[in-house]
Every structure is written in C-alpha cells, then in structure tokens.
C-alpha cells in the first residue's frame, strides 16, 4: 500500500508540472551596440555578462507564456543605464555614472509562435524607460542590471496586458 500511495504522489506531481514558453535571443553585432561599456572589466568579459544576464531575464519573461509558445528575440541595440566616464585616480577604472539623463534603452525584433508554430504577435520595438530614476522598488534583483531588467518586465507586462502576448492559464 505505501508504494501504491508514493506512486501516486509522483503521479500526480508529474501532470502538475508545466512547460512553459520558450525564447530563443539572438544578440546581432553586440561590439557595435550603443553602450556596453565596462566599467571595471574587460569590454569582453562585461559583454557576456550582459548578454547572459539580460538572456536570463528573456528566459524568465518566456515562463509567462503558456505552454509551447516560441518567443524569437534579435537584440540589435543596447544602451545601458548611465554613462561611463573616466575616473581620475590611481586604480585607473572608469565608472559609470547613474543620472536621469543616461536612461536605459534597447533595440530588437521578435516573433512570437504559438504551440503549432503559428505566429501570433511580432514587432520592431525600441523600449527605453526614461523615468527609470524614479521607481521606488527595482526588478528582482536576479541581474546586475536592474533598471534595463525592470525596462523589461515592464514591457513584457504591457504586451500582455494589451493582449499582444497571451498569459499562462496556470497562474
């Protein structure tokens, strides 16, 4: 009885798991964007740490979509939060300095499939958020860039808003 009893417990934890959406990102030409400077690191080094983060966070937007649905994202321009300017002193490292003035903003296309690979929604979008100095909480924290994580979210959460991109049934 007791293995009859674990077999369903697994049972029925496996039909209560979800797939969600997918993305696929594709960052087109990042050495050309508008800023992905360093600061501290190499131009390299700080470019795929954008790239991987800012590819996390495509990643946990596309958990929103239901099941089967592939979200195809070309990333041809990025301006991150603040502007980097030489520091005068000893260690040599720049720093990027965080005002209103410098807000963040990207570029890209993307199509969105449904489960039998019809396309639902596609666009050209240039998302910027101007007023990003005036939020009071940030993102989720999940990214060392918070104001373009938070640019995001808030664009995806229009899109599903306005029904452009359709919401998880599961929720």
Same mark, same amino acid.
């Given at each position: ?104 903003? @990207?570029? %890209?296309?993307?199509? #969105?499939?449904? *489960?039998? $690979? ?6 050209? !979008?240039?998302?910027?958020? @101007?007023? %990003?100095?005036?939020? #009071?909480?940030? *993102?989720? $924290? ?6 373009? !994580? ?5 664009? %995806? ?15």
């Amino acid at each position: 009885m007791k293995k009859f009893a674990t077999t369903v417990i697994i049972a029925t934890a496996l039909v209560g798991q979800v797939q969600a959406g997918e993305v696929k990102v594709t960052w087109q030409d990042p050495e050309k964007y508008t800023d992905i400077r360093p600061s501290n690191e190499t131009k390299t080094d700080f470019r795929d740490r954008v790239i991987k983060e800012l590819d996390q966070v495509f990643v946990d937007l596309a958990k929103k979509l239901p099941d089967g649905y592939q979200w195809d994202v070309n990333v041809t321009d990025v301006d991150l939060a603040g502007d980097v300017r030489p520091f005068f002193h000893r260690s040599m490292n720049d720093v990027r300095v965080i005002k209103d003035l410098y807000w963040p903003r @990207m570029n %890209f296309t993307y199509e #969105l499939k449904d *489960a039998e $690979g019809k396309s639902v929604a596609s666009g050209t !979008e240039d998302v910027k958020d @101007m007023g %990003f100095m005036l939020r #009071l909480g940030v *993102a989720t $924290g999940h990214t060392s860039f918070q104001f373009e !994580e938070q640019m995001l979210r808030d664009w %995806f959460k229009r899109q599903q808003r306005d029904k452009v991109f359709p919401e998880r049934s599961d929720k």
